[in-house]
């Protein structure tokens, strides 16, 4: 039912809007309101006078009276809401006290099955106003003009009751209606009448040939160009005749236009020309026609963009093939630098890159950006066209561009493609340029780091079992790990020899950055320091047994020590100070706890016997800090120390008897039998 319709209004707008009402309609396109507006007029029709039917379409709140029966949109909505109001507030009759007239401002409108009513709608300041009018009262001119009763239309101009000449408010004069609906008899009529108006034009600057080329009404048009109509004349967009024909791909329009005279190279308010509309519509046969007419195939839009560029945007291989026949450059580029064959790599058109593979395109052109197709192409994780890339893209080219496409695969978690070039041998270590790195607030460089980040196990994992090194970026990925908690990301790191013991540049502390961001995740710091982090570094204070100053209050509201930033900190962070933040002190006792395992004698400062005499529970761990430390535990820390680090995190291939392992991993178990 809605086919007869013309929608040109813009969308509904309003100052005021209740989201729960609107969310009611939000996923329903445009034809399914009108379709829905209409409906409900119509059910309307058992309890109101026809000429009181003026129902507004808002999403703004309303109640219906209960008694309402409100029946559901023809083609409903594919995502409909869950749980919609018992009566959506869609319709809101208005009584008018007088009847609301159906004219030729109204120009959006439809007959009822029956032909007894005919419905029209029209939008102003964000309402839709439905009107719902007998046939019979119905302005007869109108009523000619929208059924295409040519004789009814005759009689009528016959009287001289109508001026022809007389526009709506949208410059509209009953020809351009014609045209629009396809009433090729009442054209004739209307043109015999008023030859003169075949090329006026609307507001919008559209001729009735070219409504009629929009409509694909190619009756009208061949009767419109054979009256003498101008196959060149444009809209308020200039778009001809011609380039509404190829946008609609209306063949048999095509090449009437041409027979009369349309210009192929005359573009749009953007530059493209018919060729761009025939190729974006991947119509061959319009491109034949268009280029016997001297279409211009290398013309470019505003954006640089040419015919052959537009069929590897859109996938058309039918059309690309034709145009590469008939010259096109196949290393066509846009404005931006991108060209045809980075395009078709970044929408995934396999068929298109193997085209411009076989016509030899060049795969190490990059955009201004500095990429390659290959970059984009794993971007967007098409495996597919990276694997025919590969082995035509220079790897110092890559180098040059200062980016990896391991980087851009590791960002997206492009596993497949991540895989696929670690399996072509990419350098794993492959650091971002200066240009690339600053681009991001951590610095990162490696595509480890973005896979750290992405918390992505799986990938982190081929990059580090290909030889990825864990400690090139300038924050250690170790650390980013930590702080987001994904032990089973540190364990990774861990065991392929992140450093334990890294720092944060922009935060200096005298101990290893990474227990900053566990203090509150004691299994994590336990698994660090069994890995060799300096446990020792813990207990260095500057103020020994002297009275600490006191601590400052941040001024933004959170502990920015537990964010990486770029500012640089001038004073050295004490551990006894990091233990004081508010949201660390309660876990100040199992930190000091777990710490004492790895430490020989120490001595505690003044701010630590602090927190452990604040809890009665953490008296033992004083004491347990108070020398003499028990000689099997100073066993261990030695034994330890002569290990180092690196064979601590792979002590399960040591030479040593079970027992013993976990006896230096901290397992807690008596040992006293073997002494």
Same mark, same amino acid.
């Given at each position: 039912?809605?086919?007869?319709?013309?929608?040109?209004?813009?969308?509904?707008?309003?100052?005021?809007?209740?989201?729960?009402?609107?969310?009611?309609?939000?996923?329903?396109?445009?034809?399914?309101?009108?379709?829905?507006?209409?409906?409900?007029?119509?059910?309307?029709?058992?309890?109101?006078?026809?000429?009181?039917?003026?129902?507004?379409?808002?999403?703004?709140?309303?109640?219906?009276?209960?008694?309402?029966?409100?029946?559901?949109?023809?083609?409903?909505?594919?995502?409909?809401?869950?749980?919609?109001?018992?009566?959506?507030?869609?319709?809101?009759?208005?009584?008018?006290?007088?009847?609301?007239?159906?004219?030729?401002?109204?120009?959006?409108?439809?007959?009822?099955?029956?032909?007894?009513?005919?419905?029209?709608?029209?939008?102003?300041?964000?309402?839709?106003?439905?009107?719902?009018?007998?046939?019979?009262?119905?302005?007869?001119?109108?009523?000619?003009?929208?059924?295409?009763? *040519?004789?009814?239309?005759?009689?009528?101009?016959?009287?001289?009751?109508?001026?022809?000449?007389?526009?709506?408010?949208?410059?509209?004069?009953?020809?351009?209606?014609?045209?629009?609906?396809?009433?090729?008899?009442?054209?004739?009529?209307?043109?015999?009448?008023?030859?003169?108006?075949?090329?006026?034009?609307?507001?919008?600057?559209?001729?009735?040939?070219?409504?009629?080329?929009?409509?694909?009404?190619?009756?009208?048009?061949?009767?419109?160009?054979?009256?003498?109509?101008?196959?060149?004349?444009?809209?308020?967009?200039?778009?001809?005749?011609?380039?509404?024909?190829?946008?609609?791909?209306?063949?048999?329009?095509?090449?009437?236009?041409?027979?009369?005279?349309?210009?192929?190279?005359? *573009?749009?308010?953007?530059?493209?020309?018919?060729?761009?509309?025939?190729?974006?519509?991947?119509?061959?046969?319009?491109?034949?026609?268009?280029?016997?007419?001297?279409?211009?195939?290398?013309?470019?839009?505003?954006?640089?963009?040419?015919?052959?560029?537009?069929? *590897?945007?859109?996938?058309?291989?039918?059309?690309?093939?034709?145009?590469?026949?008939?010259?096109?450059?196949?290393?066509?580029?846009?404005?931006?630098?991108?060209?045809?064959?980075?395009?078709?790599?970044?929408?995934?058109?396999?068929?298109?890159?193997?085209?411009?593979?076989?016509?030899?395109?060049?795969?190490?052109?990059?955009?201004?950006?500095?990429?390659?197709?290959?970059?984009?192409?794993?971007?967007?994780?098409?495996?597919?066209?990276?694997?025919?890339?590969?082995?035509?893209?220079?790897?110092?080219?890559?180098?040059?561009?200062?980016?990896?496409?391991?980087?851009?695969?590791?960002?997206?978690?492009?596993?497949?493609?991540?895989?696929?070039?670690?399996?072509?041998?990419?350098?794993?270590?492959?650091?971002?340029?200066?240009?690339?790195?600053?681009?991001?607030?951590?610095?990162?460089?490696?595509?480890?780091?973005?896979?750290?980040?992405?918390?992505?196990?799986?990938?982190?994992?081929?990059?580090?079992?290909?030889?990825?090194?864990?400690?090139?970026?300038?924050?250690?990925?170790?650390?980013?790990?930590?702080?987001?908690?994904?032990?089973?990301?540190?364990?990774?790191?861990?065991?392929?020899?992140?450093?334990?013991?890294?720092?944060?540049?922009?935060?200096?502390?005298?101990?290893?950055?990474?227990?900053?961001?566990?203090?509150?995740?004691?299994?994590?710091?336990?698994?660090?320091?069994?890995?060799?982090?300096?446990?020792?570094?813990?207990?260095?204070?500057?103020?020994?047994?002297?009275?600490?100053?006191?601590?400052?209050?941040?001024?933004?509201?959170?502990?920015?020590?537990?964010?990486?930033?770029?500012?640089?900190?001038?004073?050295?962070?004490?551990?006894?100070?990091?233990?004081?933040?508010?949201?660390?002190?309660?876990?100040?006792?199992?930190?000091?706890?777990?710490?004492?395992?790895?430490?020989?004698?120490?001595?505690?400062?003044?701010?630590?016997?602090?927190?452990?005499?604040?809890?009665?529970?953490?008296?033992?761990?004083?004491?347990?800090?108070?020398?003499?430390?028990?000689?099997?535990?100073?066993?261990?820390?030695?034994?330890?120390?002569?290990?180092?680090?690196?064979?601590?995190?792979?002590?399960?291939?040591?030479?040593?008897?079970?027992?013993?392992?976990?006896?230096?991993?901290?397992?807690?178990?008596?040992?006293?039998?073997?002494?």
């Amino acid at each position: 039912m809605m086919a007869a319709a013309r929608v040109s209004a813009p969308s509904l707008t309003t100052s005021s809007v209740d989201t729960e009402d609107y969310s009611v309609y939000a996923n329903m396109s445009e034809e399914q309101l009108l379709q829905l507006a209409i409906e409900r007029s119509l059910a309307d029709a058992d309890t109101q006078p026809i000429c009181s039917r003026t129902p507004r379409l808002t999403t703004q709140r309303s109640h219906l009276p209960q008694s309402q029966n409100v029946p559901p949109p023809a083609n409903p909505p594919a995502n409909p809401p869950a749980n919609p109001p018992a009566n959506p507030p869609l319709i809101l009759p208005a009584s008018q006290k007088q009847c609301p007239r159906i004219n030729q401002d109204t120009q959006n409108h439809i007959f009822t099955k029956d032909k007894k009513e005919v419905i029209a709608w029209t939008r102003h300041n964000g309402f839709l106003r439905v009107t719902v009018e007998s046939v019979n009262d119905l302005d007869p001119f109108l009523s000619a003009i929208w059924k295409g009763d *040519a004789k009814a239309l005759s009689e009528l101009i016959q009287t001289k009751s109508r001026n022809l000449l007389k526009a709506n408010q949208e410059g509209w004069l009953p020809l351009h209606e014609c045209a629009y609906y396809g009433h090729v008899d009442c054209l004739k009529v209307l043109l015999n009448a008023e030859p003169e108006t075949i090329n006026r034009r609307t507001l919008k600057n559209q001729t009735p040939l070219l409504l009629a080329v929009s409509r694909r009404h190619s009756a009208c048009v061949c009767y419109l160009l054979e009256k003498g109509a101008d196959p060149n004349l444009a809209n308020h967009q200039w778009e001809t005749p011609l380039y509404k024909a190829c946008e609609r791909g209306t063949e048999e329009a095509v090449g009437l236009l041409i027979r009369f005279g349309a210009l192929t190279t005359k *573009a749009s308010v953007q530059g493209a020309t018919p060729l761009h509309e025939a190729v974006a519509n991947k119509n061959v046969e319009i491109c034949k026609m268009l280029l016997q007419a001297r279409a211009n195939l290398m013309a470019k839009n505003i954006y640089g963009i040419d015919p052959l560029f537009t069929a *590897a945007q859109c996938g058309a291989t039918e059309v690309l093939s034709f145009l590469i026949m008939k010259g096109a450059d196949v290393n066509s580029q846009a404005n931006d630098g991108a060209s045809a064959l980075f395009e078709a790599s970044k929408n995934g058109h396999s068929k298109v890159v193997e085209i411009l593979l076989s016509k030899r395109a060049n795969v190490n052109k990059s955009n201004k950006a500095g990429l390659l197709p290959i970059h984009v192409a794993a971007k967007n994780g098409h495996d597919g066209i990276v694997a025919m890339l590969i082995p035509r893209t220079s790897r110092a080219k890559i180098k040059h561009c200062g980016i990896s496409p391991l980087h851009m695969a590791a960002e997206r978690n492009r596993d497949d493609v991540l895989e696929r070039l670690i399996d072509a041998e990419f350098d794993v270590n492959s650091m971002l340029s200066e240009d690339w790195s600053k681009m991001y607030e951590d610095r990162r460089s490696t595509a480890l780091y973005f896979t750290v980040c992405n918390s992505n196990i799986d990938a982190a994992t081929m990059l580090l079992e290909a030889g990825a090194n864990p400690n090139l970026d300038t924050f250690n990925p170790l650390l980013v790990a930590v702080r987001k908690g994904c032990i089973e990301m540190v364990k990774l790191l861990v065991n392929y020899g992140a450093n334990v013991n890294s720092m944060l540049p922009t935060h200096p502390t005298n101990f290893p950055a990474a227990l900053i961001f566990c203090m509150n995740y004691l299994p994590m710091f336990k698994h660090l320091m069994d890995n060799g982090c300096d446990a020792l570094s813990c207990f260095k204070c500057d103020y020994g047994s002297n009275s600490h100053p006191p601590m400052k209050s941040s001024n933004d509201g959170r502990d920015r020590l537990y964010y990486i930033s770029n500012e640089i900190s001038e004073s050295c962070v004490q551990f006894c100070k990091m233990i004081s933040r508010p949201s660390v002190t309660s876990w100040a006792g199992p930190i000091i706890d777990i710490l004492l395992d790895y430490v020989g004698h120490v001595k505690l400062c003044s701010r630590l016997i602090e927190h452990l005499d604040s809890y009665s529970e953490w008296a033992p761990i004083k004491d347990k800090a108070v020398p003499p430390r028990p000689l099997m535990h100073l066993c261990r820390i030695k034994i330890r120390q002569q290990l180092g680090i690196q064979r601590l995190r792979q002590m399960n291939k040591l030479p040593l008897p079970g027992r013993l392992i976990k006896f230096l991993r901290h397992e807690r178990e008596s040992f006293t039998h073997i002494l």
